[in-house]
């Protein structure tokens, strides 16, 4: 087993179109690796420039950020060969990492483009580094930039910073520092493919709860009626439906709240998240938590408040 370190520097026209009108937002002009072995030392580099086919002209801050000297992309090869080449680089079954959630999806989405043979059909399973170092510094909340992690580790800066080898060589330093019980336990999915059934939905558990991806719905109120979505369990009791303490609620439509009591267990708060994917279906990331009477308390008030203000605009409870 390997691991696959990778970074995608890309292009993005500057007509003030939205990236939805698109057909390709971003088109991938270089790819970076570093292939580390079970021990997370480096055994081998990648590094190669795409010649661009659909935005001849770069955006002028990407030029200045990759530092590209003229005609330099030009010389670059063909997205379609060079990701061949890389995939026969990165060898059978690699585990992905990358610096972030996005990497994994623009290459699906240029390979898409070009009609090459998909990486995979369903979800793939990968490494956030980010995310990762996170947990690791015990904020997941913020994001932080790779270059404040190298700095943070104190690793030595011998790879000039922004392209995207450097960015995958020092995702990939920042990689063999973190703890395995983390790098184990922090589990990404990229969702460029949702899981197809209800049989290949994704479950992931945690220590103190769990997390569901839902598979896509074409109709978002089947997603929000779907009685496996929206009916609160127990965990620990292995999936026993438990007593509804708080019904669901939401102010955003996006995120939605509720809260379960489980007789042996107490409270579990259950925090809906629906998003739209790539071919335009609904999906919903679940997570379970259990929390204690303070939290419930909270919720029950936080769940008031916003009934109130619904009522206020006369939005239907
Ligand atoms: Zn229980």
């Known amino acids: 087993m390997s691991y696959i370190v990778f970074d995608l520097e890309w292009n993005q026209p500057q007509d003030g179109k939205h ?25 081998s580099k990648y590094q190669q420039l795409i010649r661009p086919q659909v935005y001849q002209e770069i955006n002028w801050r990407i030029r200045k950020m990759l530092a590209l000297k003229p005609g330099e992309l ?29 990497d994994l999806t623009e290459l699906q989405r240029n390979m898409a483009y070009y009609e090459m043979t998909p990486l995979s059909t ?31 580790l104190q690793l030595r800066k011998d790879v000039p910073f922004h392209r995207a080898f450097s960015d995958a060589y020092y995702t990939g330093k920042v990689l063999a520092r973190i703890p395995e019980e983390i790098r184990t336990e922090c589990v990404s999915y990229d969702l460029y493919h949702l899981p197809v059934s209800r049989k290949k939905e994704i479950h992931i558990d945690g220590p103190d709860g769990e997390c569901l991806i839902t598979k896509g719905y074409e ?26 303490a708080v019904r669901w609620f939401t102010a955003n439509n996006k995120v939605f709240y509720a809260a ?27 997570e379970y938590n259990y ?14 408040e916003t009934m109130e203000k619904q009522k206020a605009k006369g939005v239907g409870a």
Not at 261 to 286: D, I, W
Request: aromatic residues 8%; charged residues 30%; negative net charge.
């Open 19 to 43: 990236s939805d009108e698109r057909e390709l937002a971003f088109e991938i002009i270089e790819i970076g690796a570093v292939k580390l072995n079970e021990d997370l030392k480096l055994i």
């Open 74 to 102: 030009a010389k670059g090869k063909h997205f379609p060969k060079a990701v061949r080449e890389f995939l026969e680089w990165c060898g059978p079954d690699p585990v992905w990492c990358t610096w972030g959630t996005q």
């Open 122 to 152: 369903e979800p793939i399973r990968y490494m956030n580094v980010q995310k990762m170092y996170g947990v690791m510094c015990g904020n997941i909340a913020q994001s932080k930039a790779l270059e404040t992690a190298v700095d943070e």
């Open 219 to 244: 109709d978002r109120e089947d997603l929000l009626h779907d009685p496996h979505v929206m009916t609160i369990q127990c965990g620990k009791c292995g999936g026993i439906t438990v007593k509804t």
């Open 260 to 286: 379960g009591c489980c007789k042996e267990h107490g409270y579990v708060l259950a925090k809906l998240r629906v998003r739209k994917n790539e071919q335009s279906l609904f999906y919903a990331e679940r």
């Open 291 to 304: 929390i204690d009477e303070a939290a419930m308390e909270e919720l029950k008030q936080q769940r008031r």
